[in-house]
Nanobody, 116 residues
Framework: QVRLAESGGGLVQAGDSLRLSCEASGRPLSPDAMGWFRQAPGKEREFVAAKRWSGGTEYADSVKGRFAISRHKVLNAVYLQMDNLKPEDTAVYFC??????????WGQGTQVTVSS
């Protein structure tokens, strides 16, 4: 079974940048899309970004222009470059894969904390 592991989170100040990584273990992934989600304390999990196998990308309105999702096929990993971070970006970030319209393969998540 494919397992995903997120890393790269940390404690930063507003305006700083972070690059999150999501590495897949097990069989190589060939999903329809890879995506990033986040969950802040006391809130529901929300969509952040996705990259389709065909190459297209989608972003939540709250992160457009600041975040960028990318994929390294050789390393079988997906990344989330986060620039100009804001306190409201504070959350646990998860990655997942989408097959036939269903998101699955959630990892343990990585904590991102942005101070003002």
């Amino acid at each position: 079974q494919v397992r995903l592991a997120e890393s790269g989170g940390g404690l930063v100040q507003a305006g700083d940048s972070l690059r999150l990584s999501c590495e897949a273990s097990g069989r190589p992934l060939s999903p329809d899309a890879m995506g990033w989600f986040r969950q802040a304390p006391g809130k529901e999990r929300e969509f952040v970004a996705a990259k389709r196998w065909s190459g297209g990308t989608e972003y939540a309105d709250s992160v457009k222009g600041r975040f960028a999702i990318s994929r390294h096929k050789v390393l079988n990993a997906v990344y989330l470059q986060m620039d100009n971070l804001k306190p409201e970006d504070t959350a646990v970030y998860f990655c997942a894969f989408n097959i036939r319209g269903t998101w699955s393969g959630w990892g343990q998540g990585t904590q991102v904390t942005v101070s003002s």
